[in-house]
């Protein structure tokens, strides 16, 4: 064998390692993020569980305020958005005595869809209409003036 070709078999050997090496390298970022969201790896019978980091946090060996506050990317007064994509709003209503009924504009229009509406309060609602910045809600009448909170969640 001589120069030439020991330098095409070399090259012919080393391409893969090369080029797994150089993808590390660009997605190093994003391939740590996903690592450590992952729970748990799978193939065959190997399975590797990453449940000591939830074991920990319940044990109360992990600082819980630290831990979730990575889950809320951005707060405002009136809404949340997690890490996972979900947008949860927080709207009090101020309900007068005599209705039935109440078109509900949200503060911030959701990027994709409204997709469930929680209500705090002494009220039983039904939601009739739900699109991605407004609702329809109907309830029984109110006899007198009161206050409830909604809670809508949405992607």
């Given at each position: 064998m001589d120069c030439r070709q020991f330098i095409v078999a070399l090259t012919g050997h080393l391409?893969?390692?090369?080029?797994v090496f150089t993808?590390?390298?660009?997605?190093?970022?994003?391939?740590?993020?996903?690592?450590?969201?992952?729970?748990?790896?799978?193939?065959?019978?190997?399975?590797l569980n990453f449940a000591?980091?939830?074991?920990?946090?319940?044990?109360?060996?992990?600082?819980?305020?630290?831990?979730?506050k990575k889950q809320i990317l951005h707060e405002t007064?009136?809404?949340?958005?997690?890490a996972n994509g979900m947008l949860v709003q927080k709207i009090q209503l101020?309900?007068?005595a005599g209705l039935t009924s109440r078109e509900v504009t949200f503060p911030t229009t959701f990027p994709g869809e409204a997709v469930s509406i929680q209500a705090i309060g002494d009220?039983?609602?039904?939601?009739?209409?739900?699109a991605a910045g407004n609702c329809t809600?109907?309830?029984?009448?109110?006899?007198?003036?009161?206050?409830i909170t909604l809670l809508v969640s949405g992607v």
């Open positions: 391409a893969w390692p090369v080029t993808l590390l390298l660009i997605f190093h970022s994003p391939i740590a993020k996903l690592i450590k969201r992952m729970v748990s790896i799978k193939h065959g019978d190997f399975e000591e980091r939830t074991k920990r946090l319940i044990e109360g060996k992990i600082d819980r305020d630290k831990y979730f007064p009136h809404y949340k958005l997690y101020k309900l007068a009220i039983d609602l039904v939601v009739r209409r739900l809600i109907t309830f029984n009448e109110v006899a007198q003036d009161r206050e």
